[in-house]
């Protein structure tokens, strides 16, 4: 199996021995459907003087002396060679690859590529296999793996190569005017909980975000954010258009989105994002959010709770919930309100379920209500909710009625450890 480091520097001779130059670079097509997961090298780049010469990798007449020997042989003598040109989709393994960094699908993480390694299919086609992410990868580069790695065993120190397989990193564009093109990784981006695709954009560049984002829907960004740094997550809603950025919003949870729109460096950026919400409802709602004191009941609460009239029999609370448009993340518990708006219990969907379809929902109500106003601190929220092992907490304006909720999760991420809530989350 050779490696790109192995490659790179290889004299190039023609078919009658002529020498044509020194290997500079190889280019591989990661578009489909010539691409796939483990893409094909279709141009050699040979430095010759002060040109460089592509060839296509057709004219390549030994591909073994590549690993072994210190020649690359040719198919047919110099003056018969013919020269490619860049094409859309392809990515030079050098230039663009090595020593960049790339990202990691299956571990959720950004990782420096130290080397590339490759493998010939049974058509004599080179492929990219993986990419090597370990020190020892960087000692092959250097002409110090064989010297270095025997020596380490000695004193008991383990130099493991660190192999990615090409089908589960994803080329991003790079920084500083490198030419890596996404493969649109919204196949595989997609599927990462959101607490592992908040990881990735937490480590990357904001280049590296930008080009993610744009490739994955609202909802996966809005998603991802939630689990993100608030100030991260106001980072990457300042580098995007006021529509995105509206876009994403909307699909957060109002609590959430009132938090990120807090941290942004500009009042004005997060009231023009706000403004463009085709909901003024949940416009109004993020607004009101952002109008208490940090570090309150009324900071943290979200305001996408399922809120029921007391006199409802479970059939109607059913029909109730079937007919929203959008499901809450908070079903677990639902609430329940008397004529005049004033909250009066809370009740499980599973009780609502497993119940008769004429019981009347007041009747389902078993324990005392506990709540809080907008102004409680959080360490007041979090005795309540330690005292009575609450899942969830009402807050109440002074009339009574309810203005959203504040979970564990939320009073955790206020006063857990950053490292503590990061494991948790994990």
Known sequence: MPYLSQIIGKRVLDSVGQPMGRISDLAITIEEPFGGEFPPVTLVLVKAGDAHLRLRWEMIADISSLERGNVCLLDQPRARVTVGREKEGEVYLKRDVLDKQILDVSNARMVRVNDVFLIEDKDDNLRAAGVDVSFRGLLRRVRLEHSVVPLARKFGAKMAR?????????????????????????????????????????????????????????????????????????DVLSDLDIERAADIIEEMDPDEAADVLGEMDSPEA?????????????????????????????????????????????????????????????????????????????????????????????????????????????????????????????????????????TVDDILDEIAPQEWSARRRA
């Open 162 to 234: 660190q192999h990615i397989p090409w089908n589960q990193v994803e080329v991003l564009r790079g920084e500083g005017g490198g030419k890596i093109v996404s493969k649109l990784p919204t196949d595989k981006l997609s599927r990462l909980h959101p607490s592992d695709l908040a990881a990735i954009v937490t480590q990357m560049s904001p280049t590296q975000r930008a080009a993610l984002i744009e490739t994955l829907d609202d909802e996966t960004v809005a998603l991802a954010l939630e689990e993100a740094d608030d100030e991260v997550a106001a």
């Open 270 to 406: 997060a009231d023009a994002i706000l403004n463009r919400l085709d909901d003024p409802e949940e416009a109004a709602d993020i607004k009101h959010l952002l109008s208490y004191e940090e570090d309150t009941a009324g900071a943290l609460m979200n305001t996408d709770v399922v809120l029921l009239r007391e006199e409802f029999t479970c059939d109607e609370a059913i029909s109730h919930l079937r007919s929203e448009d959008a499901t809450p993340e908070n079903l677990h518990s639902l609430f329940l309100e008397n004529e005049e708006g004033r909250l009066i219990g809370a009740i499980s969907l599973a009780q609502v379920v497993l119940s008769a379809g004429d019981v009347r929902l007041q009747s389902l109500i078993e324990d005392d209500l506990i709540t809080v106003d907008p102004q409680a601190s959080v360490q007041e929220c979090a005795k309540l909710v330690a005292k009575y092992d609450l899942m969830s907490l009402p807050v109440v304006d002074f009339n009574g009625a309810l203005l959203g909720i504040v």
